[in-house]
Each structure stands twice: as structure tokens, then as C-alpha cells.
């Protein structure tokens, strides 16, 4: 059958009709199936939803246990029969429980990879790639000026300027889920064995994860009263971005800002934001892990989808791989 | 090559003044010669090298990307040296193959290379250099190093890690050349102080701060004395061991342009004083204005027929240098002494001495200042007796107090395209003037300015314009306005007053660019405060209250 038929945009999500579901939808719908817990791909409201344990136990804390009408756990790489089409799941590099979902039908198998990266995460399984007539690739840093540097440099940069500057409190700016804990991770795995601090909004991601046996080490609540300030000198803080322009950030000792993104490679980025040491380092692709991917997988077509869409588009059209842009909305092109 | 290159990422972000040092001294300590030599210098603006132009960069890259993927890149990012640092692909590090991609060695291979073969080079550079090396090594060759990071603050660090006063390596730095080897080594501990090998340099001229509100109230008048500040430009003429050169107040050698003032040099020594065209008080005619000067000024070279009919002399205010012995530690009044002694041997039509101005009290001399005997000058200078010449802009030692307090040095941050006959040029004209920001100085726009100019003098703030715009919003374009690069104009107004509908919190009534200030640096322009210490004394009400 014509992959268009099989699945297509609308204004809740991409849609299965012979399946009657959709991926990662953005409005409640009867039944979902959900790449990863990004709160811009798992929504709460929809009636049944499938997705990987990892992903509804991250829905569960995020949204409460009556997220939805009724949850189904897809095993990896297991395949499954809905209505008329098969689906199977297959780790995405992404974050914590992160899926690709295929979808099969007469011949005709279209692979949506939801978010993914190729490069090496202690805290999720890596990307598997599996061969498809159409690939739905993410594009959030679907431009050639994205090429993440390697990650133990950057965790490096950190390990310096906790050197260099003693006195002052490092507060790293990383997202709740996925970013924070790889984090933590890559300093464990760099030899830094000081507990680490972390926001409130923080703690039952992190809980989760140790309880996944992810050996993120002594994580302490990052609280501060006038008393315990200095304590914080040369102290590592963990934080969701969004907590650098409270209160809660000016109580530490002459913070540094620090923002673990792959959006931190642009230094314009970096200095409107305020951002003292930019530390790169990406949950999702760079440019070369998106075209490196696409020439392994070798698909009949490409779709592109959250992000810098043209770029990549025009990249497959240059390599001869058919392409096209996939207007999905209410995803977040920014959010990493 | 890459710890200068985080040092760049480090520096462009930090915004904190102490954080900045500790990052240049760390960086100093650790870093070996001759790299640590060459990044002192790309920071200080003292380094050297023939520059890449942007086209040629751009055909770089295009010999392996796609135009339309450089294209989507280049909008997104917005700076061709960082585009080309981000999407360039560099050859898989073969280990082995790398070769020596120091500082040191990369600015020699610069150096060293010919004309043909800079494009391989570059190539060759940027294949083999890592992302961050790569933008550090595009802004080194683009000539761009704007890294909010001024010459006086690498300075202050380079005190700090020898733990010598900041004075001490103004007072050498123009005497010493990249890659600063025998500088490192004293600061290091393990040489002495190092001997200057080039004898006529640059010494950092001593400035003087505005009188202020009740500055004078408790000053005795006779620690004192007073000279009139005369309309020229302050320049440095050195003369030793058979090198002689005439050196702008911001140390740029203007040697090329007044052959007439340095063939007229028949002593050896270093004087400060003011160059200007005309008569000396020696041969009894006339000190011409300003504007006859600027026939003499901004030129390479001059012709025989310029000299004879604005011919230029230097009239003398300080001695530095009385043949090789240094003056600077002696009071200003054996100074004064021995450059009255030195300038009487000199050849009348070329040198003078500046008169002292006898008073008794600041009333007084408030009211010389008032009305000086000659048109030339433009106030007094103060300075105290007991006062060592000592570089940089201390307050205390020397004041000045202009005639006209109506006007400020300031610095043009933003330009507009004019109208009428002018809409091919950008003539109206944004400046703005210093104060403390959360993150140390920032220039705050103070007024703006579209007359007062000559046509020629258009010509040079247009071309200055369109060669340095940093941001364009529709008509208007800011440009490059940093202490230490910058365009300083003297604006003259007939009154200000406190203004809440202006972010500095004050208004100029009539501002004009008087003067093109070709000859001073951004940081030597004005602060808010004197403009604000104008209102409190008194300056006439503007009608913007
Ligand atoms: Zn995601
Ligand atoms: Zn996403």
C-alpha cells in the first residue's frame, strides 16, 4: 500500500487509520502509541495507551497512575497486531525507555523514530536501526553547524571550571528527564564522586532511575537556607533550565550558569541566555549522527519532522533519497 | 591551539571582571612560550598577520558544501567565522599525521607563508583543527578578536600573575614584542625585570580626570600648577640612540606625516607635549586653530607645500626622558625644570615651551579659564607639584578644567542614513558615553547628533560606519564601539538637563559633532557621570526638563 495511506498528519498527531491509532498524538485521542515521556509526546487523557514500561512508569510519575483509561507495555523488538497492521517497538538511543515504533502493512513498513541519537548514553539503550521503505526522522538539529562535540570534553569543561573557580556554586541547567541523569552520569563516570545537588523538580526522575540499577551515586536536595550557603561552594547543582531565573537559584554563592544542551554549540545562543559555560551535550542527533543514519538505513523515502526540516530534506535530495517535510505540530523544537 | 580556544569560549561569556582575570592568569600560568606569548598578543591587539578575507573563507567552503546547506547555515548562525567553524567537515584525525597544532606554531606558519599559498593553509588548518580551535583560529585570521576583553584588563592580569603592579608592564609593554618570551619568564620569577631593546618606543601617556563637584574644595592652590590646555593633539616625540619617532597619545606612530618636527629634533629624550600648526610663542605668531591642524592629520605622508603653509611644531608639557636617564619618578616641578632647560637649546620654530599660568586661588583661576588670551585654548590642566608621571588616568595628580564645559568626547554606537541630498551617506549619528552596567562599563546613547561635520569629515564617519556595522535593524546600523575599538567624536551642546524619557536619565539640548576624534580610543571617552556632574553644576536648563 502507498506509505501515505498507512500514515498521515493531522491536526492531533500522526494517524494509523487501519490501525486506528495515533503516534505520540497532541490532543487526548481513543488510542496512543507513544515513543518516549517527553511531556511533548506523551500527553495524558487518551484512552488506551501502548508504549514501553519505562515510558508509561515515566507517565505514571509524571501524570499520576489514571493517566489514561487503560496502558498496554510493548516489549522490544516484539511484534504486535493492531486492526490491520503489525507494530513493533525498538530502542531509540533517546532517553530511559525511549522507542521507534514500525508500523507494518501489506509489504509497506514506515519507521517513526520519535527522538533518537546514535552516540553512547549510560542511561538507555542504544539505537537500533531497522530497515524500512519510509524513515520519519526527527530534525531538531537538522542543520550542518550541528556537530556535538564528545561528550567527556564537555563534562571536562565542568570538571576545569570547578577547579578553576572553588568558591563558587556550579549550576547546571539539564532537562528532568534523560538530560539531568546522563549528566550525573558522565560526571560519575569521569571520577567525580562528590554528591551532587538537585532541584526539587528532579528528585522522583532521579529515584526512578536508581531504581532502574542506574548508578547515579549520593544526589542531595538542592535546598538552601542562609546557614548551609557556603557548603555550596564548588558544589555541582542540578536544575531544570527553567528554575536559573527564580529565587531558588540566587541563594547559591556567586553561582556560574551552566546549561547542558546541544543548543549550546551556538555561542549567540549561549550568551542571550545568559549562560556562563555551555556544556554540549544532546539527547537527540547532529547533523552528521542524522545523515550518518539515514545512509545506513537506506529507506525508500525520508520524512522529516520536528525541527530544521529543509536542511535535511535538501541533503536527501542531493544523495538521491526521496524526501519530504512532515507538518506535524505541537512538538517542541526548542525543549533539549 | 585548544586551550586557547576554550579560553576565547570562556572569556566571550564570563561576564564578571575578576572571573575574567583568574581565567587570562590561569591561562598564562599554564600555557607554554611561545603560545602563551601569541594569544597575549591576538588579546592586546599587538598581533600582527596578514588577514584572510571573508570571500576568500566563503570559497573555501564552498569547494566542499553545498551552497544552498551553507546558505540555511550561514542564516542561522549569522557570523561567517563561526558558520564555517561549525559546518566545516575536518579530515578524520589521523594521529600521527596531525602534526604541531600549537598557537605558537600556527602563528608562525601564518607568518611565514606566501601570498600563493595562504589558501592551502587554511585549508590544511582547518581540516586538521577541532570545532573550538577552528572558530578561535577564524577570528585570528579574519582579525576579529572581539571578545569583550580590553588590552588594560590582560594587562591587570599579567600584574596579578606576577603578582607586579599593573604600572610596571604598561611602562615596558610598548618596548616588548610578541611573542613576549622574556615578559613571561620575569613575571614567571625566573629572570629579572626585562631591558627594553628598542629605545624610542611608546611610553602610556598620563591622563588627567575633569574637574568635579567640590574636587578643588580641599586642595591647596599652592601644591599646584596650572598651564593652559591647548587645542592640538598630545603627542609623544622620542629621540634616542639615533631612533626618532612622533607617536599619537594612544602610541600610534604618526612619524610618516610630521618629517618637518622630526628632522627639527637636536636632543635626545622623550617629551609629552601638544602638537599644533602655526606659530611658537618663540618666533611671536600666532597658534592656528584646530581645523588647520586636521590639514595635517590622518595622512601617511605629506607634501612640501602642506608643511610650508600649516607648519607643524610641538609644544612641550612634560619630560620623560632627559637623554636616556627616566624622569618619570621625579616630581613634576624638576620636570618642569629640566624639559624649560632643554626646550631653550631647541630650534625655535619647532619646539616651545607651555606657559605656566600663575594664580593664587581657585577663584581665580576659575576666572582665567573663563576668558584665556588665546582663542587655542580650550581650558587649563592642574597638576600637582609633588606628581611622578605615571601612565593611565589616576585621579588626583592632574585635573583638567575646560574652558567650555559644554562638550564631551563620546563614542558612535549606532548611525542612520540622512536625507535629502545626505540619504546616500549614514549622517545621523547615535554616541553614547561610559557607566558602570552589572558587568562592568557599558556605553549608554546619550544624544543624537546631524551636524556640525564637514562634508569630507562625512566621508570618513560613512566609510567608518559601513566597515564596522555589527547589527543592521532596518535603517539603522550599530557599529563596533568597544574601549578599545571605536570611533570617538567630540560633541558640543548648548545645555542639558535630567530627562526621564532618555535611558541615560539625561538630555543634550542642541548636540553637534564638533570634531572627529581620530586620535583617542573608545575608553578614553567620557562617563555619564561628568555629563550628569554638568547638570549639578549648573550647566543651563535644557527645554526637554
Ligand atoms: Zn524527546
Ligand atoms: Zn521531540
Redesign the interface.
Given at each position: 500500500m502507498r506509505p501515505e495511506t498507512l500514515l498521515y498528519p493531522t491536526p492531533k498527531g500522526l494517524f494509523c487509520e487501519a490501525g486506528g491509532f495515533y503516534i505520540d498524538p497532541v490532543h487526548p485521542v481513543d488510542k496512543a502509541l507513544i515513543t518516549h515521556g517527553h511531556a511533548d509526546h506523551a500527553r495524558s487523557g487518551h484512552g488506551e495507551v501502548l508504549a514501553t514500561r519505562e515510558t508509561l512508569e515515566i507517565m505514571t510519575i509524571r501524570y499520576g497512575a489514571d493517566f489514561c483509561r487503560q496502558s498496554q507495555e510493548a516489549a522490544l523488538g516484539e511484534t504486535m497486531t493492531i486492526g490491520d497492521v503489525t507494530v513493533s517497538f525498538h530502542p531509540a538511543g533517546h532517553v530511559l525507555g525511549s522507542a521507534q515504533i514500525a508500523v507494518s502493512r501489506a509489504g509497506t513498513k514506515i519507521v517513526v523514530s520519535g527522538d533518537y541519537k546514535r552516540r553512547r548514553d549510560p542511561t538507555c539503550l542504544p539505537f537500533e536501526p531497522v530497515s524500512c521503505d519510509v524513515f520519519i526522522t526527527e530534525a531538531t538539529f537538522g542543520?550542518?553547524?550541528?556537530?556535538h562535540?564528545p561528550d567527556a570534553d564537555e563534562v571536562g569543561?565542568l570538571l576545569t571550571s570547578l577547579r578553576?573557580?572553588p568558591e563558587r556554586a556550579h549550576l547546571v541547567g539539564a532537562y528532568a528527564l534523560g538530560k539531568a541523569q546522563r549528566v550525573i552520569m558522565l560526571l560519575r563516570e569521569a571520577g567525580y564522586h562528590e554528591p551532587i545537588y538537585i532541584h526539587g523538580a528532579l528528585v522522583k526522575l532521579c529515584d526512578y532511575y536508581l531504581s532502574k540499577g542506574i548508578a547515579l551515586g549520593e544526589l542531595r536536595p538542592a535546598t538552601v537556607t542562609a546557614k548551609e550557603k557556603p557548603a555550596f561552594a564548588g558544589a555541582v547543582v542540578i536544575g531544570p533550565p527553567s528554575a536559573f531565573a527564580d529565587k531558588w537559584a540566587r541563594r547559591f554563592p556567586d553561582p556560574i550558569p551552566i546549561f547542558a544542551s546541544g543548543w549550546m554549540?551556538?555561542?549567540?545562543r549561549?550568551?542571550q541566555r545568559g549562560?556562563?559555560?555551555?556544556i554540549i551535550i544532546s539527547d537527540h542527533c547532529d547533523w552528521?549522527e542524522l545523515t550518518d543514519t539515514i545512509r545506513e538505513i537506506r529507506p525508500g523515502q525520508v520524512w522529516v519532522t520536528h525541527g530544521?526540516e529543509?536542511?535535511l530534506v535538501?541533503?536527501c535530495e542531493?544523495e538521491g533519497i526521496k524526501a519530504r517535510p512532515l507538518h506535524l505540530v505541537g512538538y517542541d523544537d526548542e525543549g533539549e | 591551539m585548544r586551550d586557547f580556544a576554550e579560553l576565547l569560549d570562556r572569556l566571550v561569556l564570563t561576564p564578571s571582571r575578576n572571573a575574567k582575570i583568574r581565567l587570562l592568569t590561569d591561562y598564562f600560568r599554564t600555557a607554554p612560550d611561545p603560545d602563551r606569548g601569541y594569544a597575549l598578543s591576538a588579546l592586546a591587539g599587538t598581533l600582527t598577520l596578514s588577514t584572510v578575507k571573508p570571500n576568500v573563507l566563503r570559497q573555501l567552503m564552498l569547494e566542499r558544501m553545498d551552497p544552498v546547506l551553507f546558505q540555511y547555515s550561514y542564516d542561522y548562525v549569522g557570523d561567517l567565522a563561526e558558520t564555517i567553524s561549525l559546518v566545516w567537515e575536518g579530515t578524520e584525525p589521523d594521529e600521527a599525521d596531525v602534526g604541531d597544532l600549537s598557537l605558537g606554531s600556527i602563528v608562525e606558519q601564518l607568518q611565514s607563508v606566501g601570498r600563493a599559498n595562504v589558501r592551502d593553509l587554511v585549508r590544511n588548518l582547518l581540516d586538521r583543527l577541532d570545532g573550538s580551535s577552528r572558530f578561535a583560529f577564524l577570528k585570528l585570521i579574519t582579525g576579529s578578536m572581539r571578545i569583550g576583553v580590553s588590552s588594560r584588563l590582560v594587562k591587570q592580569a599579567l600584574g596579578e600573575m606576577g603578582t607586579v603592579d599593573v604600572g610596571e608592564i604598561e611602562t615596558l609593554w610598548h618596548g616588548l614584542l610578541p611573542p613576549y618570551v622574556e615578559l613571561f619568564a620575569w613575571l614567571d620569577g625566573h629572570s629579572g625585570r626585562p631591558e627594553l631593546t628598542m629605545p624610542a618606543v611608546f611610553h602610556s601617556v598620563m591622563l588627567a580626570t575633569p574637574v568635579g563637584d567640590k574636587d578643588l574644595e580641599n586642595l591647596d592652590p599652592a601644591d599646584f600648577v596650572a598651564e593652559w590646555k591647548w587645542d592640538g593633539i598630545r603627542v609623544q616625540l622620542a629621540n634616542l640612540s639615533g631612533t626618532r619617532r612622533l607617536y599619537s597619545r594612544s602610541g600610534d606612530d604618526i612619524s610618516g606625516a610630521f618629517p618637518d618636527i622630526l628632522e627639527a629634533v637636536d636632543f635626545e629624550g622623550v617629551i609629552d607635549g601638544e602638537l599644533l600648526v602655526g606659530g611658537t610663542l618663540r618666533s611671536n605668531q600666532a597658534t592656528r586653530s584646530f581645523s588647520d591642524l586636521q590639514q595635517r592629520l590622518n595622512r601617511k605622508a605629506v607634501t612640501r607645500k602642506t608643511i610650508e603653509e600649516y607648519p607643524a611644531f610641538l609644544r612641550g608639557y612634560d619630560l620623560l626622558f632627559d637623554g636616556p636617564r627616566d624622569m618619570r619618578p621625579e616630581p613634576f616641578d624638576v620636570r618642569r625644570e629640566a624639559l624649560a632647560k632643554l626646550i631653550a637649546t631647541t630650534p625655535p620654530l619647532h619646539f616651545d615651551l607651555s606657559p605656566l599660568v600663575p594664580f593664587s586661588s581657585w577663584e581665580e583661576l576659575d576666572r582665567l579659564r573663563t576668558a584665556p588670551p588665546d582663542p587655542v585654548i580650550e581650558g587649563i590642566m592642574l597638576k600637582r607639584r609633588d606628581s611622578p608621571y605615571t601612565p593611565g588616568r589616576m585621579k588626583g595628580p592632574w585635573f583638567k578644567w575646560k574652558r567650555e564645559p559644554y562638550n564631551i568626547d563620546a563614542v558612535l554606537m549606532y548611525a542612520q542614513r540622512g536625507h535629502g541630498k545626505r540619504s546616500s551617506y549614514y549622517s545621523d549619528f547615535t554616541f553614547g558615553v561610559w557607566t558602570a552596567g552589572d558587568k562592568g562599563d557599558v556605553l549608554v546613547p546619550v544624544g543624537k547628533a546631524y551636524f556640525g561635520f564637514t562634508d569630507a569629515e562625512l566621508e570618513v564617519l560613512d566609510r567608518y560606519v559601513r566597515n564596522n556595522t555589527v547589527e543592521r535593524f532596518g535603517p539603522v546600523r550599530s557599529v563596533r564601539a568597544e574601549p578599545d575599538q571605536g570611533f570617538v567624536v567630540e560633541v558640543a551642546f548648548e545645555g542639558i538637563a535630567f530627562s526621564s524619557r532618555h535611558k541615560s536619565g539625561v538630555a543634550m539640548r542642541f548636540p553637534r559633532i564638533s570634531r572627529l576624534r581620530t586620535d583617542k580610543l573608545p575608553r578614553d571617552a567620557d562617563r555619564l557621570e561628568t555629563l550628569v556632574s554638568m547638570i549639578d553644576a549648573g550647566a543651563p536648563v535644557t527645554d526637554d526638563a
Open positions: 542543520l550542518p553547524v550541528f556537530h562535540p569543561k578553576q573557580f554549540l551556538v555561542r549567540q549561549a550568551k549562560v556562563e559555560l555551555p552528521a530544521r529543509e536542511a535538501r541533503w542531493l | -
